[in-house]
């Protein structure tokens, strides 16, 4: 079998694998599962300056997470560290009317939804890796945190036609990291890359529900009034893994592909739902699955001047996996499971980064953006008391801007911020070459 | 049921798979494009560097002596190698380290000095080139040079021209002063006949000097002078040597050396003709190639053959091998004909 074949062959059981990647089981329609926000951007304040657009050009040490096969660009061992903040706005419906007129009695006095939003500021280490390559293959161990997320939010109970849902106060915290290994290795004129990891769950959610002493009177978030909990806790390890191909142009090397698919995990949760307050003697809650959705990533970059480069890249990230076999959290609600949808989405990544090379420290100046469809789990039954909790969002665009600033030969640091309505994020992250 | 309602009335994940497959399928049945040829001068610096940091000393000399046939002057300038790491480009430096790790410790000297001269060295590479330096000249058993004059502050550290669209300036004159490497009186002179070739490797011819004698070759005991010992090829016309195994190896050396001179001529010739090959290919963002990808090949190959003639070059030089050196011309010339064949070819004229 001659190399070509080989490679093709090879590369054919790769599609095989991509196309038979089984999907997962589902959560929940607990009311604080709306609009739980990940990480999926690639990691590095650079490639956040670009808008995320990296999986074409991957030539730094994010390369171990975002595309393994761009590990083989790297000449000299690299280790990098980076640092994000993240705000969270998440919007959820506070008070007013879904359908039906208001009556104008105390708290029916809206003939609409007023939305607010639970606001988080969260901060933490989100990548570190260590990469040594050599000519035909790269290693690279690497930490990430694929999703640090929280969210808190009392609603005073939204009116319907023919009812008003209890008023909720609701907690969310979820915390997803991962620590893994890359391998590249070069196949005729791609470059190939695997990788393995292990990823942690940490979720706690807690939604409690009220009465209120009349039907239009206003929320007292009183333990007395408690009607029941609903919780969603977790902590498991599971093993995920990622492929990728890197292509450079056989003309020269100003055009480069990357194509990176990354399975997520099911985790394993336990879900429970009880009259009263939670405490010590809570239930046992019931086994559930949390499932961490696979993304497709297709990126381009190229050159046209030694010191200008442009990125655009698609991304497929496949959010239905969150609602396949959907775990209704009231016991004997006869709700369809099928009504509870998120949609799979496409989103678009561009950016152009500029070197000013010469300068005693060159700098690069950066700015993208990226669109960002809507991905919350809403309620497409006929129930409107599920409408009202379990909505449509909206989808997004985001902007960002970075600075890179390439201290000496072996160190860099490179500064970013990204910006949307509903969710913006700062990074800085530092590389040193050996 | 048909393909295309097979893909509609398949479940939206499954589409999905599908269309992730097809792409990795596409790419699949497109990869026997061979790897990556780098074609800019940056791109092969780049290779070069990269080669260096790992270690690989041949194929770093081999890059960058291509990036040096594309762009003989060292500006200094930096040049992304992959990221943010950007390394200033003083060609001569690096690929005097390339050869010092290969042993070839004269050709190191020599490119030393072409960076020293061309002052960008002292940007960055002056106190990594002392160690190599400094072995080199133990091992070839040279005084040590004075130090180098400081390099003016406005000097051939930024000369223009060698950035990407512009193409790099044609090679200069054989004598042009500016290239010229100032030999030290402690470093064999570079060969008058032709100049020396600035666009490839700027080597002096090796003339034997008493101190690559003791280092190199290791002389015969002493005979008595009445019975002097003559060498294969030894000339027959030589005057009676005063001390004849030295005067021998000397012979023997002079015939190298003029062989590696006539050598070095084919080279430099070989490598006008790739400089004016590559100038033209830039400009036309290697049209020729695309139009006709045998013309590829035939570049490609000519091209390896004259790295190869070089190295054969080096190695003859190195081990004293007449034979090397003879087989290195043979190349050279077959390299230099073929370039200026594909040059006929492109219009380039004659």
Redesign the interface.
Known sequence: MNM?TR??TA??I???V????S?AHAQSDDDSNGAVQFNFSTPGA?SLGLGGAFLG?V??ATAAYSNPAGLL????PEAMVEFRQWSYSTPFASRGRFSGTATGFGADDLSTIEFDTSDEDLEDISYASFVY???NWAIAFYYHQAAKFRSQFQTAGIFTRTSRLFPVQSSYDLDISQVGVSFAH?????AVGYGASIYSLELDSLTQRFRTSSSFAAVDFDNDLRINYQTQTGESEELGYLVG?R???????KTS?G?V?RFGPEFDIDVASAAGMPSSQSPMGEPAVFNLPDV?G?GFTFRP??ALTVSFDID?V?Y??MVEDFFIIFRGDSTDPEDFVID?VTEYHFGVEY?F??NVI?V?LRVGGWWDPDHRLRFEGSSDANQARLFKGEDELHYSAGL?L?IT?KF?I?LAADFSENADTAAVSA?Y?F | MSQASFLRNAPENMRQRILAGSIVLVLAFTSNVQPVLAQTWQECFAEGIKARDQGRWKDAEDWLRRAINKNPQATGEKVRVYGMKFERYIPYFYLGLALFHQGDCRNALTNFDRSRNEGAVGIGGRSTMKGPEKKCREKLGITPSPPPPPPPPSGPTRRSGGIRGNPPPPPPPPNRRNIRPRVKPSLPPPPAPGGQNPTTTFKPTPQPTRSNRRTRVQPPPPSPPTTPQRGRGTPRAQPPPPSPPVKVIDARREILGKKAQEVQEALRRAGEWAGRLDRHLDRTRHAAFRQDPELQKRYEAAYRKLNSARTRLHAGEREGDLQAVVKAGSQAEEARRELEKLAQELGLGS
């Open positions: 070509g490679n093709r590369l054919m790769l599609a095989l991509v196309v038979s990647a999907g650079r050009s030539d730094d660009q790297l000449s000299e390559p050599r000519q070069k196949w005729g004129g791609f191909l292509w450079d142009s056989s003309v020269n090397s592909i194509l698919y497709l297709l001047s030694p497929q496949r239905s996996q799979d070197v090379a010469n060159p690069a890179g390439v030969s860099q490179d590389i070459r």
